[in-house]
């Protein structure tokens, strides 16, 4: 447990608590109730069965009716510690379960009511974390909170407070020690309410705290290049080359970053937007100002496929303004590398794409102005800080994020940076119907997809493969290759497959397959969810929909609708959903705004490791 001082013990918080303010009547027991607290007397007990499997067994009743104990396990303790007795009132706790038709608690929690430190005296009961090992040496859930109780009755009117009292009379905030004594025995909801919300507000506190003070610390120690024109790049690509006219929001956010790369101070901004919404393009256009100042700006991208399709989007785009681009990823050979290496050293080289094999120290620029990290939550804090050490002075550094964040949690997740939303989709985008359909309407939705092929579409099937269950997901997947391939047989259809296993050649060349439209489908596990871009393929049928989180539904449904045509999401699920998988589904067939998503996903999962590198 790393338990060395009081305060550790004091911050292991119980993980649930028990509700002990109601007591149940014998009559009123039912086998479906969770747990039920009895007071009553003990009115017989018994040894039953045979020496080798010899159970406890005590008749309890409250006046109302009788029901049975049983104890399998420490039988002789529990006959010794309970005797039958006119005066002797009990407090039960368990679970009811029914055997041979009749109800009965086993290992119930047995206490005398006249006890000192009685359950009675905290009407919520706390539940903590143990281990067998623990348990042994008397560290259960009773043990823990006997030390508990020990502890803060020990350090009494000693426990610091760490707040201002002007923060606490303004948030209406429980002292430190209100709040300690009443996470481990609160006196009611109301109470354990008040002690959660100020231990919450302290943590969130100090995190923004710690936050602001870096962003400060940087903004004292880093100067900014100061990119002071707006030059040829930019407004010929601008005048001439736009592929689409830009929204309102590109335009505000493009003005923005430009602001804060002319102050001098170092930039370091977030640059959220729902899937499809154009965030590469605002950095291309803001790459071309760093360029228009005689600087070099990079783009890191979390997968190769992603960085190679970067480049080729980038490359295409900025091909008649003769900007060289280069493509570095771990499957690059030698002799490309070093040749890549030179001209970024020489300058030659303007923009540079690429993996994290931008990180490696022999990658060294002339002058890195701008660099331009995707998919912030697959790269991570110690990484970002890694290409700043490309100069003497840190180049200005643009985070995209496909993962909308909920305002209020961005602000606390990246107190640090400064944050710009592009919040319109561009035009012409028809929003994706999103239907759920159960497994056993399989043959309905192969028949749709059929349509769709005919009609000259293309579709993604994805399932999922996560790291607890690989085994039993790769066999998934591979039957589900399987009755694809069945159900859409050659010549006349042709199906791809990609997944983590396969080498990243074989993984490029069924990419590509899909994307010059040789295959029709393509079966793939998440290796797809980020940036992926095929106008073609306009249906994305996802396996087992409930076992994604909503974020990541998200992300793997804006696959499609790149094109002008009409695009569809079916999510597949089992009969079997728990109310969670059910409202996941409900909010993907109701939304299809990133922003709206995030909130649900945030009241679903909560927010995880904020301030951690676990994320990295």
Same mark, same amino acid.
């Given at each position: 447990?790393?338990?060395?001082?009081?305060?550790?013990?004091?911050?292991?918080?119980?993980?649930?608590?028990?509700?002990?303010?109601?007591?149940?009547?014998?009559?009123?027991?039912?086998?479906?109730?969770?747990?039920?607290?009895?007071?009553?007397?003990?009115?017989?007990?018994?040894?039953?069965?045979?020496?080798?499997?010899?159970?406890?067994?005590?008749?309890?009743?409250?006046?109302?009716?009788?029901?049975?104990?049983?104890?399998?396990?420490?039988?002789?303790?529990?006959?010794?510690?309970?005797?039958?007795?006119?005066?002797?009132?009990?407090?039960?706790?368990?679970?009811?379960?029914?055997?041979?038709?009749?109800?009965?608690?086993?290992?119930?929690?047995?206490?005398?009511?006249?006890?000192?430190?009685?359950?009675?005296?905290?009407?919520?009961?706390?539940?903590?974390?143990?281990?067998?090992?623990?348990?042994?040496?008397?560290?259960?859930?009773?043990?823990?909170?006997?030390?508990?109780?020990?502890?803060?009755?020990?350090?009494?009117?000693?426990?610091?407070?760490?707040?201002?009292?002007?923060?606490?009379?303004?948030?209406?905030?429980?002292?430190?020690?209100?709040? *300690?004594? &009443?996470?481990?025995?609160?006196?009611? $909801?109301?109470? =354990?309410?008040? %002690?959660?919300? #100020?231990?919450?507000? /302290?943590?969130?506190?100090?995190?923004?705290?710690?936050?602001?003070?870096?962003?400060?610390?940087?903004?004292?120690?880093?100067?900014?290049?100061?990119?002071?024109?707006?030059?040829?790049? *930019?407004? &010929?690509?601008?005048?001439?080359?736009? $592929?689409?006219? =830009?929204?309102? %929001?590109?335009? #505000?956010?493009?003005? /923005?970053?430009?602001?804060?790369?002319?102050?001098?101070?170092?930039?370091?901004?977030?640059?959220?937007?729902?899937?499809?919404?154009?965030?590469?393009?605002?950095?291309?256009?803001?790459?071309?100002?760093?360029?228009?100042?005689?600087?070099?700006?990079?783009?890191?991208?979390?997968?190769?496929?992603?960085?190679?399709?970067?480049?080729?989007?980038?490359?295409?785009?900025?091909?008649?303004?003769?900007?060289?681009?280069?493509?570095?990823?771990?499957?690059?050979?030698?002799?490309?590398?070093?040749?890549?290496?030179?001209?970024?050293?020489?300058?030659?080289?303007?923009?540079?794409?690429?993996?994290?094999?931008?990180?490696?120290?022999?990658?060294?620029?002339?002058?890195?102005?701008?660099?331009?990290?995707?998919?912030?939550?697959?790269?991570?804090?110690?990484?970002?800080?890694?290409?700043?050490?490309?100069?003497?002075?840190?180049?200005?550094?643009?985070?995209?994020?496909?993962?909308?964040?909920?305002?209020?949690?961005?602000?606390?997740?990246?107190?640090?940076?400064?944050?710009?939303?592009?919040?319109?989709?561009?035009?012409?985008?028809?929003?994706?119907?999103?239907?759920?359909?159960?497994?056993?309407?399989?043959?309905?939705?192969?028949?749709?997809?059929?349509?769709?092929?005919?009609?000259?579409?293309?579709?993604?099937?994805?399932?999922?493969?996560?790291?607890?269950?690989?085994?039993?997901?790769?066999?998934?997947?591979?039957?589900?290759?399987?009755?694809?391939?069945?159900?859409?047989?050659?010549?006349?259809?042709?199906?791809?497959?990609?997944?983590?296993?396969?080498?990243?050649?074989?993984?490029?060349?069924?990419?590509?397959?899909?994307?010059?439209?040789?295959?029709?489908?393509?079966?793939?596990?998440?290796?797809?969810?980020?940036?992926?871009?095929?106008?073609?393929?306009?249906?994305?049928?996802?396996?087992?929909?409930?076992?994604?989180?909503?974020?990541?539904?998200?992300?793997?449904?804006?696959?499609?609708?790149?094109?002008?045509?009409?695009?569809?999401?079916?999510?597949?699920?089992?009969?079997?959903?728990?109310?969670?998988?059910?409202?996941?589904?409900?909010?993907?067939?109701?939304?299809?705004?990133?922003?709206?998503?995030?909130?649900?996903?945030?009241?679903?999962?909560?927010?995880?490791?904020?301030?951690?590198?676990?994320?990295?």
């Amino acid at each position: 447990l790393h338990m060395f001082k009081y305060v550790d013990l004091l911050t292991y918080y119980p993980f649930r608590y028990v509700d002990r303010t109601k007591f149940y009547k014998v009559k009123e027991i039912t086998s479906d109730l969770a747990y039920v607290q009895l007071r009553g007397k003990i009115i017989h007990t018994e040894m039953a069965g045979v020496k080798r499997a010899q159970r406890f067994v005590a008749t309890f009743s409250d006046g109302t009716g009788k029901l049975e104990l049983v104890w399998f396990q420490g039988a002789k303790w529990i006959a010794d510690k309970l005797k039958p007795h006119a005066l002797n009132e009990y407090v039960v706790f368990g679970k009811p379960t029914v055997f041979n038709g009749k109800i009965n608690i086993a290992h119930a929690e047995v206490e005398l009511v006249s006890e000192e430190n009685t359950v009675l005296a905290s009407a919520m009961q706390s539940v903590y974390n143990s281990t067998d090992k623990l348990k042994t040496r008397g560290l259960d859930t009773k043990g823990i909170a006997r030390m508990q109780r020990t502890v803060i009755q020990l350090i009494k009117n000693n426990i610091p407070e760490t707040l201002s009292s002007s923060i606490c009379q303004r948030y209406q905030l429980l002292s430190r020690e209100e709040a *300690f004594k &009443e996470i481990h025995f609160p006196q009611s $909801p109301e109470h =354990l309410r008040k %002690a959660e919300f #100020r231990l919450k507000f /302290e943590e969130l506190f100090f995190i923004q705290l710690k936050l602001l003070k870096q962003k400060v610390a940087r903004e004292k120690t880093y100067q900014g290049f100061v990119f002071s024109k707006v030059g040829t790049y *930019f407004n &010929e690509f601008y005048t001439h080359y736009l $592929p689409f006219e =830009l929204t309102n %929001a590109q335009k #505000r956010v493009i003005k /923005e970053i430009r602001l804060d790369m002319g102050s001098g101070k170092q930039m370091n901004r977030l640059l959220q937007g729902d899937v499809g919404s154009g965030k590469t393009l605002v950095a291309l256009m803001n790459m071309l100002i760093a360029l228009d100042n005689g600087f070099q700006a990079c783009l890191m991208a979390p997968t190769e496929i992603l960085a190679n399709q970067h480049f080729e989007t980038i490359a295409t785009l900025v091909k008649p303004l003769h900007i060289k681009v280069g493509l570095l990823t771990g499957s690059k050979k030698t002799k490309e590398r070093n040749l890549l290496h030179s001209q970024l050293q020489s300058g030659d080289m303007h923009i540079l794409i690429g993996t994290h094999a931008l990180f490696e120290d022999v990658v060294q620029f002339k002058n890195l102005g701008l660099v331009v990290i995707d998919e912030q939550h697959r790269s991570g804090v110690a990484q970002r800080a890694k290409m700043w050490n490309k100069n003497i002075q840190p180049p200005h550094v643009l985070i995209m994020s496909a993962t909308p964040i909920p305002r209020t949690l961005a602000m606390t997740l990246y107190g640090d940076l400064d944050v710009s939303v592009i919040d319109e989709l561009p035009p012409g985008r028809k929003p994706i119907q999103t239907v759920h359909r159960f497994d056993n309407h399989r043959d309905r939705v192969f028949g749709f997809m059929r349509e769709q092929i005919a009609l000259g579409r293309q579709i993604y099937v994805v399932y999922p493969l996560i790291k607890e269950s690989e085994k039993m997901d790769y066999k998934d997947l591979m039957d589900g290759y399987e009755s694809i391939v069945r159900a859409f047989p050659l010549p006349t259809y042709n199906v791809s497959i990609v997944h983590g296993q396969m080498k990243a050649d074989a993984k490029e060349y069924e990419m590509q397959r899909f994307i010059s439209g040789i295959t029709q489908i393509m079966v793939a596990t998440t290796v797809i969810e980020v940036g992926v871009n095929v106008p073609n393929a306009s249906v994305m049928v996802i396996e087992s929909s409930e076992r994604f989180g909503l974020s990541q539904l998200h992300q793997l449904r804006g696959r499609v609708g790149r094109g002008a045509d009409q695009s569809y999401c079916i999510l597949m699920t089992s009969y079997k959903l728990s109310a969670e998988g059910k409202l996941r589904m409900e909010t993907m067939c109701r939304t299809n705004d990133g922003f709206e998503i995030a909130d649900v996903d945030l009241k679903l999962r909560g927010p995880g490791d904020m301030a951690g590198t676990v994320q990295s």
